[in-house]
């Protein structure tokens, strides 16, 4: 009689995770999880076919490190072609086109540890630091502005913020005097970011002017303009508890809208424009979305770590988008130490998007959009002091360069929510489950096993090895030889243009428990995997 035939069978059920599109969810009550979601992983990404991979690694752009940490970070690009990246680090501002940094001179040193944030007008990259004059720089010469503002050439306020928006320069929480105004917010003439308020005219007996700017909610619980983000027909303007947007074309028309009194942005922080809206984060809540209608809070899945104290904030997160996704440097807090993490959000995935947590040592971030080139995103590091890396995936790293020649090794891991068939309180029998995997080269994934929700220590432990396989047996362009595997010509079913192919590990029984979570390890070489699927079988038990 065939074995599984008749009484000498045994029937085994079969609970499967088919797609990891959920991304990570930290919600202490692991029951609530979606079959789609992981309570903790690292340095994966989620495939929206439905599979989990080890992210690509980041790459130093400078080989020759900056002599402090990169506080601010902002592009310059011109009609002319000219591409740049500037920073600011120390008492410096510097700039790279692709390789190594140049410090630009002929401008007023910054305040040591201050944040430059700039823009681009007319093809003039403009910088602010608050207590510092303000500067420009045309790719080859800077020069300090003045703070007159009488319609005169060569000026620009002190401010903390700036943005070019509907052919006005704006700057906001301004220095002014000695005196800060942390609610002002002011604006330029019309196409041209170094002339502010409107001159003497004799022969019309008129005297100059200085009213193009507007006190926002002055004197409002001692709130504070924190940030600018230009957005279609309005211009965002955030304060701690509160969001205002400028609609208009000039300074007869330019009016202030409340667009939330309960929601603002915190300090010193970046928000992200991109099509679906502008992110930003929120206090001690995380990341909101505002679309132009509604505000949306996208961080229910990773406040627990909030809440725990994991995500901290000596350092304030900041963010970036980038090829779709959504980039948040964050403090991470575990075991005593503080260390940099970046979070990914990817709004496709799912009814709310997913989330995927990284060690990606990044600062300050940028989306670098020059107009004929690659687009990516710049970080500036905090652990590998005056290091600027391309955060951006598909470089096809297996591990992280953030100085010189070394290389880091990429540390990956995703678990399993909890399985526990039909019936979470019945012990069952749980039997060989089986693991579709992809690598290109021939890999050990350590596996550790969980059981009875209790995560305080593995009951078993194995290794996944992976024959790695690369193949030219694709659709259409195959010659099938089944019965030779070890044939160049043999070939497995794989996607158009691939270079890697599937292939299905068998794993070791993993014994008896009511539940059982798995966590996949990615291996201690610098190589690349991925987990498409994992099936588990088991026999459930009477309970008694």
Not at 262 to 286: C, H, L, Q
Not at 365 to 392: F, H
Not at 420 to 433: D, Q, Y
């Amino acid at each position: 009689m065939p074995r599984g035939a008749g009484t000498r069978g045994t029937s085994f059920r079969v609970e499967s995770l088919e797609s990891f599109t959920g991304g990570l969810n930290l919600r202490s009550d692991q029951f609530n999880l979606a079959s789609d979601e992981s309570p903790d992983l690292l340095n994966v990404i989620v495939d929206p076919r439905g599979g989990i991979k080890q992210r690509d690694g980041v790459d130093r752009l400078n080989t020759t490190a900056l002599a402090a940490d990169v506080k601010g970070i902002w592009g310059f690009h011109t009609d002319s072609g000219t591409d740049q990246l500037l920073v600011n680090h120390g008492t410096a501002v510097a700039y790279a086109t692709t390789g190594n940094f140049t410090p630009i001179t002929g401008m007023s040193a910054r305040t040591d540890g201050s944040r430059v944030y700039g823009m681009t007008m007319n093809d003039i990259a403009y910088g602010v630091s608050y207590d510092k004059p303000s500067f420009s720089w045309n790719g080859s010469a800077a020069a300090d502005l003045g703070t007159t503002f009488d319609g005169s050439s060569g000026n620009m306020p002190q401010a903390k913020y700036v943005e070019f928006w509907n052919n006005f320069a704006w700057v906001a929480h301004t220095y002014e005097s000695a005196t800060a105004h942390p609610s002002r917010l002011r604006w330029s003439n019309l196409n041209e970011p170094e002339k502010w308020g409107t001159a003497a005219d004799a022969t019309l007996g008129k005297p100059t002017v200085d009213d193009d700017y507007v006190d926002i909610d002055l004197g409002e619980n001692g709130d504070a303009i924190t940030g600018l983000a230009p957005f279609g027909d309005r211009l965002l303007v955030f304060k701690g508890n509160s969001t205002y947007a400028v609609f208009g074309y000039d300074s007869d028309s330019f009016q202030v809208v409340p667009q939330s009194q309960s929601v603002g942005m915190i300090p010193d922080s970046t928000p992200a424009v991109s099509p679906n809206g502008v992110f930003f984060w929120y206090k001690r809540e995380g990341v909101y979305l505002y679309n132009g209608q509604q505000f949306t809070w996208l961080f229910q899945k990773l406040k627990p770590a909030i809440d725990d104290g994991r995500i901290t904030f000596t350092n304030p997160p900041q963010l970036a988008w980038g090829r779709n996704k959504l980039y948040v440097s964050i403090d991470w807090t575990e075991d005593g130490a503080t260390t940099r993490r970046t979070l990914i959000y990817d709004p496709t995935l799912g009814e709310m998007g997913a989330w995927v947590t990284t060690d990606i040592d990044a600062g300050p971030l940028l989306a670098y959009r020059p107009p004929t080139a690659r687009a990516t995103i710049y970080a500036g590091c905090v652990a590998n002091t005056g290091s600027v890396v391309d955060l951006e995936d598909e470089q096809n790293r297996t591990s992280d360069r953030y100085t010189g020649s070394t290389e880091v090794h990429i540390s990956s891991y995703f678990v399993t929510r909890w399985l526990a068939g039909k019936n979470p309180i019945v012990n069952k029998r749980w039997g060989k489950p089986r693991m579709i995997t992809l690598a290109e080269a021939t890999i050990t994934l350590p596996c550790e096993v969980y059981k009875n929700y209790d995560k305080s220590a593995a009951t078993n432990s194995f290794n996944v090895n992976i024959l790695g396989k690369v193949s030219t047996s694709l659709w259409d362009t195959a010659e099938w030889d089944d019965s030779d595997p070890d044939s160049v010509e043999y070939a497995e079913w794989d996607a158009i243009s691939a270079a890697d192919i599937a292939g299905v590990s068998r794993l070791p029984t993993l014994g008896t428990g009511m539940s059982v979570s798995m966590k996949v390890n990615g291996p201690t070489t610098n190589n690349t995997w991925e987990v498409n699927a994992v099936a588990f079988t088991y026999s459930p038990r009477r309970l008694r």
